[in-house]
């Protein structure tokens, strides 16, 4: 709380200075809407916790991750174990993933890319192809189904149209080269018409990696289009195909780190080494998706997609290898009804979603990267369901009040074919099954809001979870769901004519039957439930644009960011054997984190962009006697961007990790033998230019 009065009064300070500030300036942080819980209302007036990556944030340093994008905004962390093994949590969501994105759900334009198992592979995707993302922070019952951790909506780049004829088409590439043999380049041909908007391309990433057995290659085709039937009528064609593999180097402990950072897993006397048993992953996956929008009248709207999956993943590891086949398929539809009335105004939306994942894994024995003889054999069919809805009311006195909940359920029948007939079926419902949420906000003159929220949550252990616990834990079968009560306060600002923006949110989230992972001796994980959490957070961001738009001036653009984030997140009531890990905090999570960024553009095209991130200690094991330490990044980008008539190019040159920092970029929580450390690059260079045509 003190931390929350001492922000909000600095919040206040720049009253004076927006009453004084000349209402003809030209804004460089110009309102935008943001799609949030469907509000579609500017983020000054959402009454969620909501962070938006704009185009600019996903091209500002590289061109092969998104690491740099997320981690500047308050509460989102993207980890990269090794290049092309990612991890995002949101509020901590997925500390217990080793590795992609559980807990929090992806959609990608507007359609879900999270399947019925609980899994989003974010490494298939191609960042060239992301225009925006939006994350929406905590659970989000009311639209999106029952999850604690929340929400991530991508939207894919559109073909921009001419101003005279509104027609255009473009061909553009981009080509990157780094250290360690990165490279990336891309290729995209674009149309835009008054009856169609569509963008197709292709993209191809690879590096030799810092640290031994940890190279990757991933090629992306994507086809996104827009069909405009008519007025009332859109249809959107979504389709991708990524063909993914990368090496895995391992975990290794402190000391191993500090002899040689750059070095794999070693053998041991039980062991072999990552680089005998010739660790990687091997990942394919379409995705196809169809959605229509449907505007009947100027209250009533429709929205309905369907959507389907089909993806391989072979992956040779130190004790195993696993071949994994997953086919999905689902729908949602979501109707609204928006009214206006003299004194009272607003939206009803009412929808439901569906995601059947059928999924076969075989696990055999790693004979150098070969698959020896079968280890285990399982069918697994998944089914996620969801009924919502979500009255919103623009009540007087600038008041919106959110009133929403959703229906949920998860079903699972397991058949271990290994051990046949054995049969486990899962119905893997809350105790209640209706997850409500309600928030209520209040504006003050467009320049301040205040707004709180209250909402439940469940969230399932995904199914390789289940199915890791069910075979390798000792003596434990079952994983309950877990369950969540949050509650939160926020203040948003936009000041001087919108030159000045500032967020600011706190919040409560009450965790039982916590999921954490675990490693047996093997290396092989497994998890358990960890009793209760509770996870206390605040987060701050503040943006601050310079804008002198005389054009005699050298300096066009000066902007400014500022994130901070505090996780107080620690174990209540959880004893691990005979060991009381009450009050411990939860490993994974840095407790302090903040990120800067500043851009810096000149009228005639140069620019630098500077960003610094920081990390506190990170809890490495549930009882805190391992920690990571405290590092400091410090990237940066300088180049040159002009537009000649129908040409437009970019030139650059950059930097990540200045400093020099020895960090680990994703930790093994809960190691066996204390491997916690997969060590992320030092100070490492690149280059590249981007070209686009338009005719």
Known sequence: MKHFLYLFLFLLSFQNFAQEARQD??????????????????????????????????????????????NINPGVRMEERSPGSYRIAIRGSSIRSPFGVRNVKVYWNDIPLTDANGITYFNLMDMNTLGSIEVIKGPSASIYGAGIG????????????????????????????????????????????????????????????????SAMVRDVFNYRSSFFISDKN???????????????????????????????????????????????????????????????????????????????????????????????LGGRNIT??????????????????????????DNYDNNQGVPGKRQTEEEINSVQASLFSQLELVLPHDIIFTLGGSFNSQSINYLNLTKAPDLVKINDNPAVPFSPRIAVLKNFNNQFTLFGSYSLGFSSPTVQEFSATYQYSPGLKVLAA?????LEFGIKTELADKRIKAEISAYALQLSNTIVRRLNDGGLEYFVNAGNTAQNGLEFSSEFAIIKPQSNLFIKEINLRAAYTLNDYTYKNYTQTATDLSGKLLPGIAKHSAAFVLDVI??????????????????????????????????????????????EGKIFAGFDNLLDQTYSLGNDTNAFGNRFYNIAPDRTFNSGVSLSYHF
Do not use: C
């Open 25 to 70: 300036t030209t804004l460089l942080l110009n309102e935008a809407i943001v799609k949030g819980l469907e509000s579609f209302r500017t983020n000054l007036n959402t009454s969620v916790a909501v962070s938006q990556i704009k185009s600019r944030d996903i091209e500002r340093f590289d061109n092969t991750s998104l690491v740099s994008a997320f």
């Open 150 to 213: 929340g929400v991530i909506l991508l939207q894919s780049k559109n073909a921009r149209t001419a101003e005279t004829d509104n027609s255009r088409r473009a061909v553009s590439t981009n080509w990157l080269l780094g250290s360690y043999g990165t490279q990336n380049r891309s290729l995209s041909y674009s149309t835009a018409t008054e009856k169609v908007n569509a963008v197709i391309s292709y993209a191809h990433s690879q590096t030799d990696g810092y640290r031994d057995n």
């Open 234 to 328: 859109t249809l959107n064609v979504n389709a991708f195909y990524s063909d993914h593999n990368y090496q895995t180097p391992g975990g290794l402990t402190k000391e191993q780190m500090e002899a040689n950072p750059r070095g794999s897993r070693p053998k041991t006397p039980a062991t072999p080494s990552a680089i005998d048993q010739k660790a990687r992953i091997f990942q394919k996956l379409f995705n196809l998706g169809l959605s229509q929008q449907y505007q009947w009248n100027k209250n009533w709207s429709n929205t309905t997609s369907l959507f389907s999956s089909f993806s391989i993943l072979k992956n040779p590891f130190i004790t195993n290898y696993e071949v994994r086949n997953e086919q999905s």
């Open 336 to 361: 609204s009804y928006s009214f206006a009335g003299t004194s009272l105004s607003g939206n009803l939306k009412i929808g439901a979603e569906a995601i059947r994942t059928t999924s076969k894994f």
């Open 482 to 486: 877990e369950k969540g009560r949050n």
């Open 602 to 647: 000149q009228k005639h095209g140069f620019f630098l962009h500077l960003m610094s991130n920081l990390s506190g200690k990170i809890a490495l094991n549930d009882a805190n006697t391992f920690y990571a330490d405290p590092y400091q990044l410090i990237n940066g980008r300088i180049g040159f961007h002009k537009k000649i008539k129908h040409v």
